[in-house]
Every structure is written in structure tokens, then in C-alpha cells.
């Protein structure tokens, strides 16, 4: 495999159950880490909590395993401290959606040079099986056994709106367009999210009567539709499916701690101090 150096071997096996998405997205991360050449001593991962958090763990750079929705917080400190640094964020969906959705937010607002990476499979895996705000309207868990209600987030376009300059979504079927979105992000200057719908055969597979983990992947084929076709395809047909493309990239876009760093140059050299 290529990328092996960005691999911890002896944290192997991993603890995901067999036909996790989570290893495919976490080998796409590697493969794209790889065609970048990507220096891991200038690297840092940083994640949350949740099964996907636990990526961070088999990455063999520095890495910090933070607590529940916090992971772009402590991501933002290190940035900060560190431009220079590559910081990479490996999240989950409950993680980046629910309890850390403003720190997603104004990370996107910032413009921060950091990669997020969304684990999306719909559901809350580690804590077994509740609904996160990326659970589709009618899709069972164990808090909406009769279906949930609510409507998801379209998490791309949120995270667009709120000022991401690069934003990217792909499935575990689509594992070259994955890679190559997740090595577009790295290379990108300012905030860049990748969305990667990962399946869950536990939870949101068994809770759904999905079959196994192939079938899931077949699922993901037959649901995702490119940019380009969904633009043809009015909102009708456009229902249950899942537009996988690149939605935004803007290297234009001021990036934070460039803006941060030249005020404190100006500042050093004795330049307005308003
Ligand atoms: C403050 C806090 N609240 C709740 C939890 C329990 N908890 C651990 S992981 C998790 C959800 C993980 O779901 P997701 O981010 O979607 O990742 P997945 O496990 O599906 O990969 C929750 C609610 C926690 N650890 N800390
Ligand atoms: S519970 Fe779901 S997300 Fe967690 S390791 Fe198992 S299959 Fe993966």
C-alpha cells in the first residue's frame, strides 16, 4: 500500500468492526497524504471523540485525541501557535454537526488553514446508534425507532455559507474522487471540509435493514449523483440522492492566521496600533 510511512503498523489491527467505512475514508486520507508527499514531522491530526475520532490514533505524525465536539477548538490553538504546521482534523458527523456545529462554523467563518475531514455515517457509532443532525428524515435509530423526523443538514452547504474556501463531499464507493478531494484540501490555504459518507453496517446498517457492508457501498453508487447531473435534475428526482462533487474552491479568500501574523508584524514594527 502506498503511504505506509503515515501508518502507526504497530497499532494494528484496528478496532473498527469489519466493513466500517472508517478504515476506507482513514486510507484515503493516507493515499492522499501520499500523493501530496506530505512531510509528517510538520503535521499534526487532531480529532474528537466518536469510532472515526479514533483515526487519528493509526496516524504516525504527532496527534491529539481531544474531548467530545472540541476537535477544530484545539485545531484553532494549534494553527494559531504553529502556522507552519499542516493540522488536520479527522472528525465524525455527530462530532462536526452537533456538539462541536459552531466551532465548524467559525472555523469556516475564519478562513483557518485547517483540513476537516467528516466521517458521515449518519449516526452516533461509538455511543450505539443515536440520530445526529446528519441522519436522513426517515432513516431509523435507536432515539427515532419509528424514524426521525427531523430534516439533515446539507453539512457542505452549511459549512459553505459560513465562509469555507474549500468544500468537497464523496462516499466510500467514490475512493478516488476521495482522495484526490482530500489532497486538494491539504494543499488548500484556508479552510478546507471534506464531507465523506462512510457506512456504519452496525448501527445505521442493521437499524435499517441495509445488508452488509457491499450492499451499503452499492447503495452509496446508486444514490450519489455528480454536480453535473444534479444540475439537470430538478428537485423531485433529486430526492434520497446524494450530490458528491466539488461545491466551492476559492484560493482568494484571506486565510486567519496570515491576517493574524501580518498584524503582529505591523505591530512589532511600530505600525498603527488600532
Ligand atoms: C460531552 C460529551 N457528550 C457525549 C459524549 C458521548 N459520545 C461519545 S462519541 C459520541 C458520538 C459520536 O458520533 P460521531 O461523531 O457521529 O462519530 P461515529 O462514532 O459515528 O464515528 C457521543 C455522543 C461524550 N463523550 N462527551
Ligand atoms: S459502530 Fe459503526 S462506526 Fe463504529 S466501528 Fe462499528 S461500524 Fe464503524
Known amino acids: 500500500m502506498q503511504g505506509l510511512c503515515y501508518v502507526r503498523r504497530e497499532r494494528l489491527p484496528h478496532l473498527w468492526c469489519a466493513g466500517c467505512g472508517h478504515g476506507i475514508v482513514l486510507g484515503a486520507v493516507i493515499r492522499a497524504m501520499d500523493r501530496i508527499g506530505l512531510d509528517q514531522d510538520r503535521a499534526v491530526a487532531v480529532s474528537g471523540i466518536g469510532c472515526s475520532s479514533r483515526a487519528v490514533g493509526y496516524l ?10 472540541r476537535a477544530l477548538a484545539f485545531a484553532t490553538g494549534i494553527k494559531l501557535a504553529r502556522p507552519d504546521l499542516t493540522v488536520i482534523v479527522l472528525a465524525g458527523d455527530g462530532d462536526l454537526a452537533a456538539i462541536g456545529g459552531n466551532h465548524l462554523i467559525h472555523a469556516a467563518r475564519r478562513n483557518i488553514g485547517i483540513t476537516c475531514v467528516c466521517f458521515n455515517n449518519g449516526i452516533y457509532g461509538m455511543t450505539s446508534g443515536q440520530y445526529s443532525p446528519l ?3 426517515g432513516a431509523r435509530a435507536s432515539t427515532a425507532p419509528y424514524g426521525h423526523l427531523e430534516r439533515e443538514f446539507d453539512l457542505c452547504r452549511v459549512v459553505q455559507a ?3 474556501s474549500y468544500v468537497a463531499r464523496s462516499t466510500t464507493y467514490h475512493i478516488h474522487q476521495t482522495i484526490e478531494y482530500v489532497a486538494r484540501a491539504l494543499r488548500h490555504h484556508g479552510f478546507a471540509f471534506v464531507e465523506v459518507l462512510s457506512q456504519c453496517p452496525t448501527y445505521f446498517g442493521r437499524g435499517n435493514r441495509m445488508g452488509d457492508p457491499v450492499k451499503m457501498l452499492q447503495w452509496y453508487r446508486e444514490r450519489a449523483v455528480t454536480l453535473a447531473q444534479a444540475q439537470r435534475m430538478d428537485p423531485e428526482e433529486l430526492r ?3 450530490v458528491i462533487g466539488e461545491f466551492h474552491r476559492d484560493e482568494g479568500v484571506p486565510e486567519y492566521t496570515r491576517s493574524y501574523l501580518d498584524l503582529v508584524a505591523r505591530l512589532a514594527a511600530g505600525g498603527e496600533s488600532r
Open 60 to 69: 504516525d505524525m504527532d496527534a491529539l485525541h481531544t474531548t467530545h465536539g
Open 135 to 137: 441522519t436522513p428524515t
Open 162 to 164: 459560513a465562509g469555507a
Open 240 to 242: 434520497g440522492r446524494v
